[in-house]
Nanobody
Framework: QVQLVESGGGLVQAGGSLRLSCVVS????????MSWFRQAPGKERAIVAI???????YYTDSVKGRFTISRDDAKNTVHLQMNSLKPEDTAVYYC????????????????????WGQGTQVTVST
């Protein structure tokens, strides 16, 4: 049974940076394609980034050039570095794990994700 625990959320001003972490237990992050999703109030949960053990990455258009997904296999941890934050980035951010054989389009669908973290709140003020 895989468990994911996120941390690192908080309140930052627009233009600031934040680094989220996701610790994987009951497995290793290298076994899965790891993803970050976010859900703002009144909106659907949406993909933010995907990172694969092969090194491949995917980012939704609105965060390209600002966010970076990375992993520390020795610590079974996945990170999301968020720079140049904007108020529209405000959301609960969720770590997720999926089978690496799936394509990005498959993993980007929340209904297809098997393992979820509890979420961490990110609030960006003006």
């Amino acid at each position: 049974q895989v468990q994911l625990v996120e941390s690192g959320g908080g309140l930052v001003q627009a233009g600031g940076s934040l680094r989220l972490s996701c610790v994987v237990s009951g497995g290793t992050s290298s076994t899965y394609a790891m993803s970050w999703f976010r859900q703002a109030p009144g909106k659907e949960r949406a993909i933010v980034a995907i990172g694969r053990w092969s090194g491949g990455t995917y980012y939704t258009d609105s965060v390209k050039g600002r966010f970076t997904i990375s992993r520390d296999d020795a610590k079974n941890t996945v990170h999301l570095q968020m720079n140049s934050l904007k108020p529209e980035d405000t959301a609960v951010y969720y770590c997720a794990a999926g089978n690496s054989v799936y394509a990005d389009s498959y993993l980007a669908d929340p209904s297809r994700v098997v393992y979820w973290g509890q979420g961490t709140q990110v609030t960006v003020s003006t």
